[in-house]
């Protein structure tokens, strides 16, 4: 039986998953060939997994020409569905995969509307729409039309499994809804990383000593609130200022949001005694966890509430608290182990205030060992490898 990994974008947790899933098959060597088919680039930006799957005997590692992925990627969501799957049927094809497991679900559900690949599939879905706002027309419109094309493409028979990230909440309700057993809860791993050997933030972006790192990091861009984020140090209380440092590290969505960054990091530094840092570009994983164990908070106030987050596990793991959208799957995480304090709605002013609230606090206490324990990586890959590989020596 063979079995195909599909993901072709090459950001945080995708690179993350594929890492996990090639680690899981070096400690369990699979019955049959697994292939991995990913972004053109994979293996020349992170050649450690690439030299992983290279030594072991069943696992192969397939990048697409930058021609196939410009393809696949260009054009409207309905286009690139399309596209997208016409490349994973060839892939498939190309090596005979019986089972294919799309480790970024969404683009393809237009496309499983109609096609049914020869395959079985399953695949992880992210921004579902239970948890969506519907508090405008424009809200309950694109809430509407999730809703439709989820309830079509359960009627796909070639769909084995389609999983959620930490949210059996929302699982159950697709199911009920739809009168299905296709969707599953999946908790969202927590790698185990090493920080950067010598790395010290504080004397790399000239911060004294005594100030305090509020994190922010990850893909940068409007719906992560990294802009109200940078803003909410112009509402920080003066005598508050001269402790803290802002510190904005990831890649920008686009560049007109890199420059936007740029601005309101320059304005903070102008008009206020807190020190704002911006670090762009892609955030190698020992650099992230050096700035994870070293900062005082991490604040991600996404305005997704349906959406969860990998800094979620990677704060836990920090034991480090979250400043956090008071909202949806996160505000459920958040209160349950207790790994921060929340923000009623995406604003600069409350931004700050919770900040503020956090820094009155002192030492935060956490449930993060309870969270990090149910989120391992060999747990994540084997509840994906399970659906497929490891069913597979059952029968035998």
């Known amino acids: 039986m063979s079995t195909l990994f599909f993901d072709i974008q090459i950001t945080g947790h995708h690179t993350e998953y594929i890492g996990h899933l090639i680690d899981y098959f070096r400690s369990r060597p699979p019955s049959g060939p697994v292939t991995f088919v990913v972004h053109p680039h994979f293996a020349d930006r992170f050649p450690q997994l690439a030299e992983k799957a290279r030594g072991s005997e069943q696992v192969r590692l397939v990048s697409v020409s930058e021609a196939e992925y410009q393809k696949a990627t260009a054009g409207s969501l309905t286009r690139q569905s399309f596209a997208t799957l016409r490349l994973v049927n060839a892939y498939a094809e190309r090596y005979q995969a019986d089972r294919v497991s799309l480790l970024s679900f969404n683009v393809f559900q237009i496309a499983l509307i109609f096609a049914r690949p020869?395959?079985?599939?399953?695949?992880?879905?992210?921004?579902?729409?239970?948890?969506?706002?519907?508090?405008?027309?424009?809200?309950?419109?694109?809430?509407?039309?999730?809703?439709?094309?989820?309830?079509?493409?359960?009627?796909?028979?070639?769909?084995e499994r389609v999983f959620i990230l930490n949210d059996p909440k929302t699982a159950d309700y697709l199911n009920r809804t739809f009168g299905t057993g296709l969707f599953h809860a999946l908790n969202d791993p927590i790698p185990v990383l090493e920080p950067?050997?010598?790395?010290?933030?504080?004397?790399?972006?000239?911060?004294?000593?005594?100030?305090?790192?509020?994190?922010?990091?990850?893909?940068?861009?409007?719906?992560?609130?990294?802009?109200?984020?940078?803003?909410?140090?112009?509402?920080?209380?003066?005598?508050?200022?001269?402790?803290?440092?802002?510190?904005?590290?990831?890649?920008?969505?686009?560049?007109?949001?890199?420059?936007?960054?740029?601005?309101?990091?320059?304005?903070?530094?102008?008009?206020?005694?807190?020190?704002?840092?911006?670090?762009?570009?892609?955030?190698?994983?020992?650099?992230?966890?050096?700035?994870?164990?070293?900062?005082?908070?991490?604040?991600?106030?996404?305005?997704?509430?349906?959406?969860?987050?990998?800094?979620?596990?990677?704060?836990?793991?920090?034991?480090?608290?979250?400043?956090?959208?008071?909202?949806?799957?996160?505000?459920?995480?958040?209160?349950?182990?207790?790994?921060?304090?929340?923000?009623?709605?995406?604003?600069?002013?409350?931004?700050?205030?919770r900040i503020e609230s956090l820094l009155r606090s002192g030492d935060w206490k956490s449930a993060s060992n309870a969270f990090t324990a149910e989120r391992t990586p060999e747990a994540f890959a084997a509840t994906i490898v399970g659906d497929t590989i490891l069913s597979q020596r059952k029968a035998k």
Request: hydrophobic share 35%.
């Open 196 to 353: 950067l050997h010598g790395f010290d933030c504080h004397s790399q972006y000239g911060l004294e000593p005594g100030r305090k790192i509020l994190l922010h990091l990850g893909a940068l861009d409007h719906r992560k609130g990294t802009l109200e984020f940078i803003r909410s140090a112009t509402y920080m209380a003066t005598e508050r200022q001269e402790e803290l440092a802002y510190l904005v590290a990831g890649s920008p969505s686009s560049n007109e949001m890199g420059e936007q960054i740029e601005r309101q990091i320059r304005l903070v530094n102008e008009t206020t005694r807190i020190k704002a840092i911006y670090e762009p570009g892609f955030l190698p994983e020992a650099k992230m966890k050096s700035m994870l164990d070293q900062c005082y908070a991490i604040v991600i106030p996404y305005k997704n509430p349906e959406a969860s987050s990998g800094i979620l596990g990677h704060a836990a793991s920090a034991n480090k608290p979250l400043v956090a959208t008071g909202k949806g799957l996160l505000k459920e995480l958040i209160e349950d182990y207790r790994l921060g304090l929340l923000v009623e709605r995406v604003e600069p002013t409350l931004i700050a205030e």
């Open 118 to 159: 020869r395959f079985k599939i399953n695949g992880i879905l992210f921004l579902q729409f239970y948890r969506m706002n519907t508090d405008s027309w424009k809200d309950r419109l694109k809430y509407f039309r999730k809703y439709w094309i989820t309830r079509l493409y359960t009627r796909n028979k070639q769909l």
